[in-house]
Nanobody, 128 residues
């Protein structure tokens, strides 16, 4: 079955960096669109960044543009989220998600969290 396992979360000071990784198994990785979404306490879930299958088009939420970078390594069945210049607003549980195929509107899919498969999440805390 589909498995998504996140790693790399932790405690970091404002201005610091973290790299999240999501190891996938149980499905044809290169044929799936992948995403990172987050949810902070008391807030709605937010689509942070997504990357399509095959041509690897990307989407970033306005709140992370220029600071976060999503990438995928199809040989390792892993998707990454490089996070720089972190601030307290980035504190949340970060989830990896996957769905087959390539959407017509990646922004709609990502922002709406329209994924059928989810990981358990990894906590990111930005605090001094």
């Amino acid at each position: 079955q589909v498995q998504l396992v996140e790693s790399g979360g932790g405690l970091v000071q404002p201005g610091g960096s973290l790299r999240l990784a999501c190891a996938a198994s149980g499905f044809p990785f290169d044929a799936y669109t992948l995403g990172w979404l987050r949810q902070a306490p008391g807030k709605e879930r937010e689509g942070v960044s997504c990357i399509t299958s095959h041509i690897s088009s990307t989407y970033y939420a306005d709140s992370v543009k220029g600071r976060f970078t999503i990438s995928r390594d199809n040989a390792k069945n892993t998707v990454y989220l490089e996070m720089n210049s972190l601030n307290t607003e980035d504190t949340a549980v970060y989830y990896c998600a996957a769905d087959p195929g390539t959407p017509l509107m990646l922004e709609t899919m990502c922002a709406g969290g329209r994924f059928g498969n989810w990981g358990q999440g990894t906590q990111v805390t930005v605090s001094s």
